[in-house]
């Protein structure tokens, strides 16, 4: 895989986008930039360039519990057919599962993947190994790194599989304690919604899946900087995150 290595403090978070079809991977350090306190600077950032297959090579077979997803297109035009810009353009982080490995084995047990080929999946942001493959951008990743499978266009009706669970979360406060009206900039996150939908659950040793300890409709609290992020055609703003990120459940 071929690597760029960038250093130097003229390379700034609002420079990244330009590097269109690269995959950040690393970011060793974060610091202030001396011509402007909103801007930082990235050292030692390095850049990986996705792996290309020769045309030679026709099937590609992932090994054990990996699977092989061919990346979803990123938008180029909004809903309303405004053409957005390559700064704008969302990184897709979902795709088409093409192949899938043979599995694994867990003592004794047999554990076949838990995706079939054709599945629409969402995986976690930063996983796999970006290939070129038929022409086509493709990741390959553990089956542990699929957030969920997405069978509509709506995240709503995301299943979320092993020990991940589908949070919708609830509104940022429009007014201070004192009655002030906060604005976008100042609403804070909020890190409490409610349950929409659950894995089966993880693997214990023996290969067997072992029910979560929150169930759909709980109001739950949850760690700020856990899991993906997704906005609902409703507006309305959801989260999908490991049940291990589920800090307490609120009655």
Do not use: W
Not at 16 to 30: A, I, K
Not at 31 to 46: E, K, Y
Not at 203 to 211: C, H, P, V, Y
């Amino acid at each position: 895989m071929a690597t760029v290595q960038i250093t130097g403090s003229s390379l700034t978070s609002r420079n990244l986008p330009l590097f269109e079809g690269f995959r950040t991977v690393r970011v060793s350090s974060v610091v202030p930039c001396s011509f402007g306190l909103n801007q930082r600077c990235f050292r030692g950032l390095s850049v990986k360039a996705a792996t290309v297959v020769a045309p030679k090579y026709t099937s590609l077979k992932p090994m054990g519990d990996r699977v092989l997803v061919k990346i979803k297109t990123v938008e180029e035009k909004t809903t309303g057919g405004i053409l957005l810009p390559t700064t704008a353009q969302t990184k897709p982080q979902g795709g088409e599962v093409v192949a899938i490995g043979e599995g694994r084995t867990i003592g004794k047990t047999k554990v076949d993947i838990g995706v079939q080929t054709g599945a629409q999946v969402v995986y976690s942001k930063y996983a796999g190994t970006e290939v070129e493959f038929n022409g086509s951008n493709h990741l390959i990743l553990k089956e542990d790194d699929i957030v969920g499978i997405l069978e509509t266009d709506d995240v709503k009706d995301l299943k979320p599989l092993n020990d991940r669970v589908l949070i919708k979360v609830a509104e940022a406060e429009l007014k201070t304690a004192g009655g002030l009206l906060l604005t976008e900039a100042t609403k804070e996150k909020p890190s409490i919604g409610t349950v929409i939908a659950v894995g089966p659950g993880p693997l214990d040793e023996e290969g067997n899946r072992k029910a979560l300890s929150v169930s759909a409709g709980n109001t739950v609290l949850y760690s700020k900087y856990a899991g993906n992020d997704f906005k609902g055609s409703d507006g309305s703003d959801y989260i999908a995150l490991r049940v291990s990120d589920v800090m307490a459940v609120l009655s």
